[in-house]
């Protein structure tokens, strides 16, 4: 919960509120394990003036694998920069933030007419083309397919580390459409990552339960629902929050979930 309220409170620029949410989160984890979320830690204590918390969450920033070395040209740090402990934090972003550009720019392509097509069939009202939609993307999943396990296999998996947010997040929308078999052995691959803070759990619970449904099994977060708000079948409903919580995600209204479950056919 504290995690929501921090993100609400910054995204309506109260920053003062949100630093102090960011921090209550610290203190209680013992660490802030969210990538975006340490970014707007160390943007609202910024923003208030907090000088040892910008530099906590600096520094702890620098370290981390998902670090984009261009986040330190934000105005916000202009006068932090004369300070005694600013050095240590430039030096690592040095080390820690660059990523495989070529990778994600590549990524980004592959994503971007992913989306495209599937925009298109979404928004087609003439049942031709939307059939003309489909059939393109089910050949482009296919091609898409091979084309991840390529670069997965020449430039290595698409964590934080490799390429930053951005890259996994193309990946991630590329491999919600793979087929079953790939999409199965990376969610192996990257389930035991999202304990270093190289993979955001919360993308990875929407993975998790594409493949799920894939299978026509219960998914396990509540990730997928359809555009008529209808839901597929969800294990254990009643612990559902308990579960979303622990990824990431915000709760949900489960006995109105529970109206509006569709089973398989």
Not at 82 to 88: I, S, V
Not at 183 to 208: C, H, N, W
Not at 215 to 243: A, F, M, T, V, W
């Amino acid at each position: 919960m504290l995690q929501y309220q921090a993100k609400a409170a910054f995204d309506n620029n109260d920053y003062s509120n949100a630093a102090q949410f960011y921090q209550q989160m610290d203190s209680v984890y013992g660490h802030i394990v969210d990538y975006r979320d340490m970014r707007n830690f160390c943007i609202a204590a910024a923003m208030c003036s907090d000088t040892n918390s910008v530099q906590r969450s600096l520094l702890a920033l620098t370290k981390y694998k998902c670090f984009d070395i261009g986040f330190l040209v934000n105005p916000i740090f202009n006068s932090y920069k004369k300070k005694d402990w600013w050095a240590e934090c430039d030096s690592l972003a040095h080390i820690y933030g660059h990523k495989n550009q070529w990778y994600i720019d590549t990524l980004r392509k592959i994503q971007i007419a992913d989306s495209a097509v599937r925009y298109k069939f979404i928004h087609a009202t003439d049942i031709t083309v939307r059939d003309s939609m489909r059939a393109l993307m089910a050949v482009m999943d296919s091609v898409n397919t091979l084309k991840l396990e390529t670069l997965i296999k020449e430039q290595g998996l698409p964590t934080f580390r490799n390429v930053g947010y951005e890259g996994f997040y193309s990946a991630y929308i590329i491999m919600m459409h793979i087929n079953s078999e790939l999409q199965d052995s990376l969610i192996e691959k990257f389930i035991p990552l999202m304990e270093t803070g190289e993979v955001p759990r919360d993308k990875m619970a929407y993975l998790m339960d594409r493949s799920l449904i894939r299978k026509k099994l219960p998914q396990r977060y509540g990730c997928q629902i359809y555009r008529s708000g209808k839901s597929q079948p969800i294990e254990d409903i009643d612990h559902l929050n308990e579960r979303r919580e622990a990824m990431g995600l915000c709760p949900v209204d489960i006995e109105d979930l529970k109206t509006r479950i569709v089973e398989y056919e």
